[in-house]
């Protein structure tokens, strides 16, 4: 069964800082990897979508890398903001699973003026 | 752009009583999938709908069924509910053109928060 596991599963940090969330996986057979960010009661935003092929993905100040064989994933947030406080949730999509996304808990961020 | 819609936004129940979700995708989406937030926890997949199809399907109890129409929305209809079903339930879409490519972004909608009291 594929587990999904991200640490930290709460961070804070200070204003302007660069950080980095972690998400590994437990079966490597996955057609891709998407972080998703959801604020409190809300909705999930995707964020970026990794190609099972691809290394990275970048997206303003956010970066995501993919290192498949070993099962891991990291989501590079740089000069953090305030307003980027909020869970941050991996999810795989597995080979053997079909369409599902299997989701890690979270990291729930907080960004300190 | 247009989003993936869901109705009602919030709804409260009496145990035993019957609900029903509606999800509209993302127009020319091919696959629909539901999910089950609980408080502090990470969504769980319930089911999903390719090309109004069943094409997959998680720990969806008995009690709960779903379906997609012709024109692509979904309903997540569930019956004698229980305490324990007071969640967020995610609809997401995606546009996944042959059956089995399934290498594309999911979009999710709000959600809809069901309170079973």
């Known amino acids: 069964k594929q587990e999904v596991t991200q640490i930290p599963a709460a961070l804070s940090v200070p204003e302007g800082e660069n950080l980095v969330l972690n998400c590994s996986f437990t079966?490597?057979?996955?057609?891709?990897l998407q972080w998703f960010r959801q604020d409190p009661g809300k909705g999930l935003t995707s964020l970026l979508l990794?190609?099972?092929?691809?290394r990275e993905q970048t997206s303003g100040r956010l970066n995501a890398s993919l290192d498949k064989s070993s099962g891991r994933s990291t989501l590079y947030i740089a000069a953090s903001q305030p307003g980027d406080s909020a869970t941050y949730l991996c999810?795989?999509?597995?080979?053997?699973?079909?369409?599902?996304?299997?989701f890690g808990e979270g990291t729930q961020l907080t960004v300190n003026p | 752009a247009a989003g993936v819609i869901q109705s009602p936004r919030h709804l409260i129940k009496e145990k035993r009583e019957t609900a029903t979700l509606k999800c509209y995708p993302i127009p020319r989406h091919d696959t629909v999938y539901w999910y089950q937030q609980g408080p502090g926890q990470d969504p769980q997949f319930l089911i999903s709908?390719?090309?109004?199809?069943?094409?997959d399907k998680g720990s969806i109890p008995d009690r709960f069924s779903a379906q997609q129409f012709s024109d692509y929305h979904s309903e997540l209809n569930m019956s004698s509910l229980e305490l324990g079903d007071s969640a967020l339930y995610f609809c997401?879409?995606?546009?996944?053109?042959?059956?089995?490519?399934?290498?594309?972004?999911?979009?999710f909608g709000q959600g809809t928060r069901l309170t079973v009291v």
């Open positions: 990794i190609q099972s092929s691809q």
């Open positions: 079966d490597s057979a996955i057609y891709n």
């Open positions: 999810a795989v999509r597995l080979e053997t699973s079909g369409s599902r996304l299997t």
């Open positions: 709908f390719y090309e109004k199809m069943q094409s």
């Open positions: 997401a879409s995606s546009l996944d053109g042959e059956q089995g490519m399934w290498n594309t972004e999911a979009f």
